[in-house]
């Protein structure tokens, strides 16, 4: 059983596959973790796969899942063999002395052994019309909100494997999208640049950024900048109005590590340090998986095997620890 004073084997702090992961098999353990969900921050409990309508890259489904049933399954999995839950967002950590200190809303639980699983959240653009007009046009999940753009023009910016995802996927709905993109070469994967040049209803600006969103209760267009052509990021002063109905954010993430600020070490991005292949970060006991670590995979599996990483680091650590 839980310490009745509060005190954990192990907390884990977030509910995405690394952490649901992280819980089944810190569960399977016997630690009896206590996972720490969060909620809507950027996102619903479960991470972003809760905004992932189709999942065809996760193994073991042939047929394909969705990011909800698949964060279901995970949550009900770990659930079986022990593992309890808090729908909060961490607001405090103290990882000063072991047992760590972690406040949630008006809740305290102390951890012999902490798993960071807090994934990473959309960047935006800090453009303009883009706060006002959030949720009313403008988005960063064409899965989660695509539906709402039946016969209208759209734009995606961004030039990654999830701008053309969101572009191919948006036009089930949109009459036109419209792919803007900073330079003139995208970096996402073959297969998903040949899928959406080879559809017609998606078009291409490429050496342009967005400079404002327009609309008054809508969004109904933007305002775009032209860059020097090729990888130059300069801007020309030339600027253009494109008229859309939606604008659809897919240029990159930022992890969500702010609560470990001055305790853990990071990266200049404020992406989690591990010792590497472990999940150790600098603190015993203290150990880190998913996206909050890796800035390139970002795979619900890969996610999913990190977690799975974090939890056997931890029970090592116990074990040692006595
Ligand atoms: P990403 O690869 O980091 O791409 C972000 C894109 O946004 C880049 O093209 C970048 O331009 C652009 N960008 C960044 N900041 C910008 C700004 N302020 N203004 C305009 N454009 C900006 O992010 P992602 O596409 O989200 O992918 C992240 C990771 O997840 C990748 O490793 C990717 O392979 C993976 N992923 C995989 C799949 C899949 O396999 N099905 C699907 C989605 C994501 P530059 O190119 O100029 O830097």
């Known amino acids: 059983m839980p310490d009745p004073n509060g005190t954990r084997k192990v907390v884990i702090l977030g509910g995405g596959p690394a952490g649901l992961t992280a819980a089944l098999y810190a569960a399977r353990g016997n630690l009896e973790p206590l996972v720490i969900e969060g909620v809507e921050k950027g996102g619903p409990t479960g991470g972003q796969l809760m905004l992932t309508e189709e999942v065809e890259n996760y193994p073991g489904f042939a047929e394909g899942t969705t990011g909800p049933e698949l964060i279901e399954e995970m949550r009900d999995q770990a659930e079986r063999f022990g593992t309890s839950y808090w729908t909060e967002d961490a607001d405090e950590v103290d990882l000063s002395e072991r047992p760590f200190r972690v406040v949630a809303g008006d809740r305290e639980v102390f951890a012999q052994a902490l798993i960071i699983a807090t994934g990473a959240?959309?960047?935006?653009?800090?453009?303009?019309?883009?706060?006002?007009?959030?949720?009313?046009?403008?988005?960063?999940?064409?899965?989660?909100?695509g539906f709402f753009f039946q016969d209208q023009d759209v734009v995606v910016v961004g030039g990654g494997d999830s701008a053309m995802e969101e572009a191919t996927f948006l036009t089930k709905f949109a009459s036109k999208?419209?792919?803007?993109?900073?330079?003139?070469?995208?970096?996402?994967?073959?297969?998903?640049?040949?899928?959406?040049?080879?559809?017609?209803?998606?078009?291409?600006?490429?050496?342009?950024?967005?400079?404002?969103?327009?609309?008054?209760?809508?969004?109904?267009?933007?305002?775009?900048?032209?860059?020097?052509?090729?990888?130059?990021?300069?801007?020309?002063?030339?600027?253009?109005?494109?008229?859309?109905?939606?604008?659809?954010?897919?240029?990159?993430?930022?992890?969500?590590?702010?609560?470990?600020?001055?305790?853990?070490?990071?990266?200049?991005?404020?992406?989690?340090?591990?010792?590497?292949?472990?999940?150790?970060?600098?603190?015993?006991?203290?150990?880190?998986?998913?996206?909050?670590v890796d800035n390139f995979y970002r795979q619900a599996v890969t996610a999913a095997g990190t977690g799975c990483r974090a939890a056997m680091d931890a029970e090592q650590f116990l074990s040692d620890a006595g």
């Open 121 to 145: 959240r959309p960047r935006r653009l800090e453009v303009p019309g883009e706060d006002r007009l959030w949720g009313s046009g403008v988005s960063a999940c064409a899965t989660c909100d």
């Open 177 to 292: 999208v419209t792919v803007v993109h900073r330079r003139d070469n995208l970096r996402a994967s073959k297969i998903l640049q040949e899928r959406a040049f080879k559809n017609d209803d998606v078009e291409f600006i490429w050496d342009a950024v967005v400079t404002e969103i327009h609309g008054d209760d809508r969004v109904t267009g933007v305002t775009l900048e032209n860059t020097e052509p090729g990888d130059s990021l300069e801007r020309t002063g030339e600027t253009r109005e494109l008229s859309c109905g939606g604008f659809f954010l897919a240029i990159g993430h930022i992890p969500n590590t702010s609560l470990f600020e001055g305790k853990l070490d990071m990266d200049d991005q404020g992406y989690l340090n591990v010792e590497h292949p472990s999940t150790k970060t600098n603190v015993p006991g203290v150990f880190a998986s998913g996206d909050s």
